[in-house]
């Protein structure tokens, strides 16, 4: 079968071209603000049986039925409850599936047997459109291949569905990216089947209390039939293996560090993607959009097929709002895969200057039983220990080591006074340091971590620290405890100052500053421990920039 691709800016009778096509039992990929789905006539048995075969579906699985508007409930559905037209008219179109008793008219194969039937309206007005002109109710399922991540583009139903089904009308990309919420309203109190579209907040505002199906959480026990039967199998899945982490995104973006390793794919929110230079990573977009995590989880999952990566770790969202589905779509697509970062330890990133005072805070913070992973110190025992960092190395700026040991004259010279230079050697070292801090804060066994690093920043792993603290001083203190602890000269510390970061980026961002100017060292030290303790109390008591 040669599948045809109608597009609106073309196919000038796109409406009724698509309707003939679903009136004469074919099928169609239709958009929808959701997901695109695989139509046909809701009515006609045949129609529906091409369905299940097109997407290698399991018969026991229903389809819901689409409608171009709430008159045409009575046509899909019996013994409506008023619930159903307060839902309608608070939701209608847009991304809430009702399921209630079938109608007659109904055959059993496209509820898979059920005497209950999903009904929704989509907010998509060219499928609406097409919806009406076929005059009969729209059996659609996700336009996905059985298992597989749903589509959210035409080019995704494409790649699935070429040749298996008539014609695909391309209605752009969806604008909710996940599918639609699931409630049952032939139980009392509606039950949450499916969480979508609408967050389950929504719902609870309109109708009251609303059940959440054990499904939606957790994997099917053996041997129970989910009430949603489609939530019992194996879904949405790259073909890569799917580890979900969940908890704090900071505490989450760490343990995803500690083991993802060069190649594997990494699905992250944006503010954490820095670290991982060396994965292949997708962004979910930031931790606070919830929207555009659900607009963006499908197609994240899918792009992954198109890379070499083997294994998949991906952050996942708490469950409020589009939290609920997405974090849904996730766990589905990691088959339960999940591992929850609640023990992980705390971290307190350190960064500022040198001779700013970082050495003193740092002594303040294990005072408090912190574990310190020193960067600097664990990038020379890298450098030491890891041939393929020093084979890079080499690779960029030529022999630099004697045997293991690095000449770090030759190195300076090499990427001194030579910007990017510089940014190549750091591409290199931030490649593999975070990975490396991460597993040393996990190992540490200790329950707060001080990750000391002078490119905490640059590198990415502030942002996998619950708390960041810049360690400033004014820059003739730091002059002279520069050359008091180095024995260097004036003039070459001055140089040294100079080439450093200004306080203002630091201040910018780091979510604490700690200043270090005209104080004894005692002073200094007693007010770091005093924030680190109110930081870890988890009171922001101190002087947040
Ligand atoms: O957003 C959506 O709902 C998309 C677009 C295309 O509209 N459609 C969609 O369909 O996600 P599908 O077939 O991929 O998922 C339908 C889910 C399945 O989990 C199925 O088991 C459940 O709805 N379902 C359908 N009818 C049901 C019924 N009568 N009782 C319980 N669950 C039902
Ligand atoms: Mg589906």
Known sequence: MKTIVLRPCRDENLITAAAAILRRGGLVGIPTETVYGLGADGLNETAVAAIFTAKGRPQDNPLILHVPDVSWLPRCAREI???????????????????????????????????????????????????????????????????????????HMLADMDGRIDAIVDGGDCRVGVESTIVDLTVTPPRLLRPGGIPLEDLEAVLGEVAVDRAVVAPPEEGVRPRAPGMKYRHYAPHAPVTV????????????????????????????????????ARSLGSMSDGESNAHRVFDALRGFDDTPVKEIFAQCPDDRGLGLAVSNRLKKA??????????????????????????????????????????????????????????????????????????????????FADPEALARLNAIVYARLPREAMRRAEAS????????????????????????????SPAEERIRRIMARDGVDEAYAR?????QKDDAFYRENCAFVLWNGEKTEREFSAEAETLFRSVLQGDKGGNET
């Open 245 to 280: 982490f969940t908890g704090a995104p900071a505490r989450t973006a760490g343990a995803i560090r500690a083991r993802a390793t060069t190649g594997d794919g990494v699905l992250l929110f944006e503010e954490f993607t820095g670290a991982f230079g060396d994965c292949t």
């Open 495 to 499: 140089l040294r100052v100079s080439a």
């Open 445 to 472: 066994g200790a329950t707060v971590v001080g990750i000391d690093a002078i490119n905490l920043i640059e590198s990415g792993m502030g942002a996998l620290c619950d708390h960041t603290v810049a360690v400033l």
């Open 81 to 155: 409850p008023a619930a159903a037209y307060t839902l309608a008219a608070r939701f209608w179109p847009g991304p809430l599936t009702m399921i209630l008793p079938r109608h007659g008219s109904v055959p059993l194969s496209t509820t898979g047997g059920l005497d209950t039937v999903g009904v929704r309206c989509p907010d998509h007005a060219l499928t609406r459109a097409i919806i009406a002109a076929a005059d009969t109710p729209v059996a659609a399922p996700s336009g996905n291949l059985s298992g597989r991540p749903s589509p959210t583009t035409a080019a």
């Open 334 to 415: 990691a088959g339960f895969h999940v591992i929850a970062c609640g023990d992980t330890p705390r971290l307190i990133g350190l960064t500022g200057p040198t001779g700013a005072g970082k050495t003193t805070a740092l002594a303040a913070l294990r005072r408090l039983g912190a574990a310190i992973v020193d960067c600097d110190a664990l990038y020379h025992e890298m450098l030491a220990t890891d041939a393929s960092l020093r084979s890079d190395v080499e690779n960029a700026f030529g022999a630099v080591f004697d045997g293991t040991v690095l000449d770090r004259k030759k190195l300076g010279e090499a990427v």
